[in-house]
């Protein structure tokens, strides 16, 4: 640590009570009291330093009586005027990182200039403010000294100077190597850690070096050194890593997830009061770089969570809510449910905040989603379905995840339920049984399976709830669930069954229009050995083709039971065989054992026009 010795009489100050006494022989002509401090003290070692106690002392009365000087209002207190004191009379002193600033103040206060004397207290206490300057813990130190002093320190620009150094420094790391700490401008030759008046312990030149350092100070003081930072051009990482780094460290429920599982957010193992804890989430929040992806989207959901605790102000909350929007892609399930903390607690979570959020990431995918939803089909037959190939899908299996936990809930009401469900566009999803595990749970707690609180639904409700889902992305077993679902309205249940069938019909058709060629193919070709014996051709078009046949008679099979629970359905509802006949979905008989399944499908094959018509007619007949 930088230091500056001065004067080079011996001590004469001694702490008697309250009172400081000076021992030079000579009895005390004047009383400085400063709070609950005073000094014995004289004249005229005072009044050769300093214009204001030459002042002072000339407007008190009588020559012989003690006289007695009030000066509560000087900066730095009894402490700054005990070193003033000793630079007055010559004693030892020494300045320091910790007192140069208040005795800068009070040296200024006390207007302790040039014209009292060379080399007097503001000279001394200017020139080594400029010389630790240069050192990153020295002004580190003398900027958390400026706020006992604050508005003295700020008329004489310490504060902003001190706050300057530290950007420079912070925004060039090739600054801080080797200038970490100053040395004392009188220092002594034992100290192993210098060498010629330079620190040897430097810092980390990563970026997060100063990370820790700059989270000491003040609010107020880091607000200004940020400030200054981002007016440097500084990388946005960085400073929001700075920004998290300080929240974290004030509000150390940020970090740490058993507080949000125990539902104490708001005051977890922190020193600061709800009122700090509340300004301090606004102005970091205001603080944040607005650069998609910048600020980590966990820290945000539990600055929102937080602030939703704290009751920070709309603005806060509406700002947190955007940025977490823009890449709502990169939130984790369980920090999306975020409890109800409202005065009306509709619903256990708060679900009009996801709703908000979910409607912001739509926004600024609006564009993206325009230019690659024709390609999202051709990329997953590329990659692989089970690969998440872009933001919006992403979005979709979380709002599959985080509606599959908040429909149990018998206070979620229908319309809300589907306005969160049917925000996600129908291409982001390649299936679309996530939709349909929602819609199965929502009309099980709508039938009282789960509790008696939550109204009845009615027909028209369920085919509401039922068209936010896709039944030509349903998987087969989706189909199947579905299509055996009790609770399932019947218009859906033949748009199920329905599709299930033109899906198998297509998929025959186009395997045997493959037969044809393959036929034709073995007829130009027969001397090409096909099939071979020693298992050496994993992908020979045969086998693929007996394959596709077995796959075919197992759908077959399963469309078949689907229509004889359809029968039985609509055994007391004649009505439904008309709409099954303008579907085209013509019950056939099962079929006898000595019979090929595949013969009938071959002699009639779908055009791809037919294909189109009978899905139009459907649509048309169920809507």
């Not at 300045?95 to 800068?104: A, E, G, Q």
């Not at 989207?297 to 600055?303: A, C, G, H």
């Not at 929007?325 to 999306?336: K, P, R, S, W």
């Not at 014996?533 to 994993?538: E, K, V």
């Amino acid at each position: 640590m930088a230091s500056m010795k001065l004067g080079s009489k011996s001590e004469i100050f001694y702490l008697y009570g309250q009172s400081w006494q000076c021992s030079t022989g000579l009895p005390s002509d004047v009383i400085i009291e400063i709070g609950d401090t005073s000094f014995h003290l004289h004249k005229f070692p005072l009044i050769s330093r300093s214009k204001v106690l030459e002042r002072l002392m000339k407007d008190l009365s009588g020559e012989n009586e003690k006289s007695v000087l009030e000066l509560h209002d000087l900066p730095g207190g009894a402490k700054a005027f005990l070193h003033v004191a000793k630079f007055c009379y010559g004693v030892k002193m020494e300045l320091t990182p910790s007192n140069v600033v208040p005795l800068r103040c009070a040296a200024e206060y006390l207007q302790m200039s040039e014209d009292y004397g060379e080399g007097n207290m503001i000279i001394q206490t200017e020139n080594f403010l400029n010389h630790i300057f240069g050192y990153w813990t020295d002004t580190l130190k003398a900027l958390k000294t400026c706020e006992e002093v604050l508005p003295f320190a700020e008329e004489l620009h310490i504060a902003s100077r001190c706050i300057h150094s530290l950007v420079l420094k912070a925004a060039d790391p090739s600054l801080v190597s080797l200038t970490i700490s100053g040395p004392s401008i009188v220092q002594s030759p034992e100290d192993s850690d210098m060498w010629n008046g330079i620190s040897l312990t430097s810092k980390e030149t990563g970026e997060d070096w100063w990370f820790e350092d700059v989270s000491s100070l003040s609010l107020p003081m880091y607000r200004r050194f940020m400030q200054g930072a981002i007016a440097r051009h500084m990388k946005p990482r960085r400073v929001a890593g700075s920004l998290v780094y300080y929240a974290k460290k004030h509000i150390p429920s940020l970090g740490s997830q058993s507080s949000f599982q125990n539902g104490n957010s708001a005051a977890f193992k922190s020193n600061l009061s709800e009122a700090d804890q509340r300004n301090l989430i606004e102005e970091i929040v205001d603080l944040l770089p607005n650069e998609k992806g910048i600020t980590p989207t966990k820290f945000l959901l539990r600055s929102l969570r937080t602030a939703m605790a704290l009751y920070a102000s709309s603005s806060c909350c509406a700002s947190l809510e955007k940025r977490i929007g823009a890449q709502l892609d990169e939130a984790d399930l369980e920090d999306l449910l975020i409890p109800n903390i409202g005065y009306s607690m509709e619903t256990i979570h708060d679900v009009d905040c996801v709703q908000r959020m979910l409607d912001h990431f739509m926004i600024v995918e609006h564009d993206d989603i325009d230019s690659t939803s024709n390609d999202i089909e051709e990329e997953r037959r590329i990659v692989g379905s089970s690969q998440r190939l872009t933001p919006m899908t992403k979005v979709a299996d979380l709002m599959d995840g985080y509606l599959a936990e908040v429909a149990p809930d018998v206070n979620l009401k229908l319309p809300k339920f589907q306005s969160l469900a049917a925000v996600i566009p129908d291409n982001a999803r390649s299936l679309d049984d996530g939709s349909w595990s929602l819609i199965s749970i929502f009309l099980i707690v709508s039938d009282n399976i789960l509790g008696n609180t939550h109204p009845w639904m009615t027909d028209s409700e369920k085919e509401q709830i039922c068209r936010l889902m896709n039944c030509q992305k349903l998987s087969l077993e989706a189909s199947t669930h579905a299509a055996q679902n009790e609770r399932l309205p019947l218009r859906a249940v033949v748009q199920v069954l329905f599709f299930e069938q033109l899906k198998l019909r297509t998929s025959v058709a186009g395997w045997f229009f493959a037969s044809d060629n393959l036929d034709n193919s073995q007829n130009l070709n027969g001397n090409l050995p096909l099939l071979r014996n020693d298992g050496n051709t994993p992908h020979n078009p045969v086998i693929a083709f007996d394959n596709m046949k077995e796959r075919v008679s197992e759908l077959e099979k399963e469309c078949l039971s689907m229509k004889q629970d359809l029968e039985k359905m609509m055994k007391s509802k004649g009505s439904w065989n008309m709409i099954l006949k303008k579907l085209g979905c013509r019950l056939m008989p099962k079929p006898s054992n000595n019979s090929k399944v595949s013969k009938p499908c071959r002699k009639s094959k779908i055009s791809p026009a037919s294909t189109t018509q009978m899905e139009e007619n459907a649509m048309a007949a169920v809507n």
